[in-house]
């Protein structure tokens, strides 16, 4: 079985710091890994994924996650944050054999200060 | 290209009634797949539709069921509903079952 666990179901960084929001899987095959935002009152937008290709991929609006096997981990980091990061970020994993579904984690509400 | 379109964006139902949501997919997508959002149980994977046949399905009571038609848009049904149904609904498109899921702004789904 697959399984997400993002650690911090809060994080709070100030305007320009570093963001890292942790990530860890379980996968018994190759996992797909994905990273989506929520603002609120609104659906999830893709901010990147893993597909087995390059192990430090890169998304949308600065964002970069890397995947590493031997932790089983996939974070999500952004050099300087802003105030328009603020949102809720999901982790989620998937595989081949899974067809359309995706597994998230319970999500980490990220606060930016100025 | 229109994104992922859900109708209605919020409805309030009473408990023991019916409700259906409906889904259109990004144009050229066959993969629709529903996910249940609570505060307490997070996001939940419903089921997945490819070309009009359920491929999975999570693990949520026989209350809950979907159909998908030949244009690909889908709809879910929840019947007798219980206050614990109350929860955004969302649904997500893809052009097939390991391609990356886009999502729609979901339905606000209140059971008093």
């Known amino acids: 079985a697959q399984s997400v666990t993002q650690l911090g179901s809060h994080v709070s960084v100030s305007e320009g710091a570093l963001v890292l929001l942790r990530c860890n899987y379980s996968?018994?095959?190759?996992?797909?890994l994905f990273w989506y935002v929520q603002y609120p009152n609104q659906g999830l937008q893709l901010l990147l994924k893993?597909?087995?290709?390059?192990?430090l991929v890169k998304g949308i609006n600065g964002f970069e996650a890397e995947f590493k096997k031997s932790e089983t981990s996939f974070h999500l980091t952004k050099p300087s944050a802003h105030m328009s990061d603020a949102a809720e970020y999901f982790c989620?994993?998937?595989?081949?054999?899974?067809?359309?579904?995706?597994?998230f984690g319970q999500g980490t509400e990220l606060s930016v200060k100025p | 290209k229109a994104g992922v379109t859900q109708t209605p964006r919020y409805l309030i139902k009473t408990r023991g009634q019916q409700v259906t949501l409906s889904c259109s997919p990004i144009s050229g997508h066959r993969s629709v797949s529903w996910y249940q959002q609570t505060p307490g149980q997070g996001l939940q994977f419903l089921f997945e539709?490819?070309?009009?046949?359920?491929?999975n399905k999570g693990n949520f009571p026989g209350r809950f069921s979907g159909r998908q038609f030949s244009n690909s848009r889908s709809e879910m049904n929840v019947s007798t509903l219980e206050l614990g149904d109350s929860a955004l609904y969302l649904c997500a498109s893809s052009l097939g079952a390991e391609e990356t899921q886009y999502f729609g702004p979901g339905t606000r789904l209140l059971v008093l």
């Open positions: 539709y490819f070309s009009e046949t359920q491929r």
């Open positions: 989620a994993v998937s595989s081949y054999n899974q067809g359309g579904k995706l597994i």
């Open positions: 893993y597909t087995s290709a390059a192990t």
């Open positions: 996968s018994s095959v190759p996992p797909y």
